[in-house]
């Protein structure tokens, strides 16, 4: 065993086998040699990080139906929503007082949704203070 870049060289195939079995990690022939690419998981997981995120004072809603039959999607698509710092307001109706759009838009094509989801942007809702309050909230 060597070391490579202050770490065992054996802890990199370990690391890149735990990636594959959580399903981030695709081992694929590209020219008849095997290459890694990123599942669609792994995709969500790189560009779903945490960023510090200002109020703009305006409010990001999402509605969406998405078919029983693409539960799981459905599923992976909420889950991501919360990762986005989004809320619901209803099953299908969630809100955010961040600017996400470019990562929703990046969502929408990952799970192809985009006729399955509408995405608002709104200067002003009723009911503001209850709302704000409401995202503050630990869920």
């Given amino acids: 065993r060597r070391r490579l870049h202050g770490r065992w060289e054996s802890s990199l195939p370990q690391a ?3 990636l594959r079995r959580r399903g981030y990690l695709e081992i694929v022939e590209i020219d008849n040699k095997k290459a890694l690419k990123l599942t669609i998981k792994g995709k969500l997981k790189t560009f779903l990080r945490e960023k ?3 109020w703009d004072s ?3 809603l999402v509605a969406f ?3 029983e039959k693409r539960r ?3 599923d992976v698509f909420r889950s991501n929503l919360r990762l986005l710092g989004f809320k619901p307001m209803q099953k299908s109706l969630w809100i955010s007082p961040y600017d996400v759009s470019e990562e929703i838009e990046e969502l929408l094509d ?3 949704l985009q ?3 509408d995405y608002f942007v709104a200067d002003a809702i009723t009911n503001k203070d209850k709302f704000i309050e409401f995202m503050l909230m630990k869920f």
Avoid: F
Wanted: charged fraction near 45%; charge should be positive; glycine fraction near 0%.
């Fill in 16 to 18: 890149i086998d735990n």
């Fill in 52 to 54: 510090d995120r200002q």
């Fill in 58 to 60: 305006r409010w990001r």
């Fill in 65 to 67: 139906d998405i078919e």
């Fill in 72 to 74: 799981k999607t459905r």
């Fill in 110 to 112: 990952l799970l192809n």
């Fill in 115 to 117: 006729i399955n989801v």
